[in-house]
Nanobody
Framework: QVQLVESGGGLVQAGGSLSLSCVAS????????MGWFRQAPGKEREFVAA????????WYGDSVKGRFTISRDNSQNTIFLQMNSLEPGDTAVYYC????????????????WGQGTQVTVSS
């Protein structure tokens, strides 16, 4: 089993930046593709970004391309999401996820989830 704990969320003004972290415990995540999703009130969980086990490959949702960067440090069992040029539309609970067994763009593919961290962007 893998436990995931997100941190770094908060309130920021539009145009600002936040950096999220996700620390894993229970087992190493060095062999897992990892992802970030987000869910706003009344909306479905949305793919944000994913990163391959080595960090060589990254994928992004269209709405965050060019603004968000996913990275990982396998020695720390941690992944990160650097969010720049934040917009009110980025307001959501952000979730860390691990080990997709199907398309990495679908939340249903992932076996492990964190509890989420709230990001609120004010206009």
């Amino acid at each position: 089993q893998v436990q995931l704990v997100e941190s770094g969320g908060g309130l920021v003004q539009a145009g600002g930046s936040l950096s999220l972290s996700c620390v894993a415990s229970g087992r190493t995540i060095s062999s897992y593709t990892m992802g970030w999703f987000r869910q706003a009130p009344g909306k479905e969980r949305e793919f944000v970004a994913a990163i391959s086990w080595s960090g060589t490959y990254t994928w992004y949702g269209d709405s965050v391309k060019g603004r968000f960067t996913i990275s990982r440090d396998n020695s720390q069992n941690t992944i990160f999401l650097q969010m720049n040029s934040l917009e009110p539309g980025d307001t959501a609970v952000y979730y860390c996820s691990a080990d997709p067994r199907g398309t990495l763009y679908s939340s249903q593919s992932y076996n492990y989830w964190g509890q989420g961290t709230q990001v609120t962007v004010s206009s």
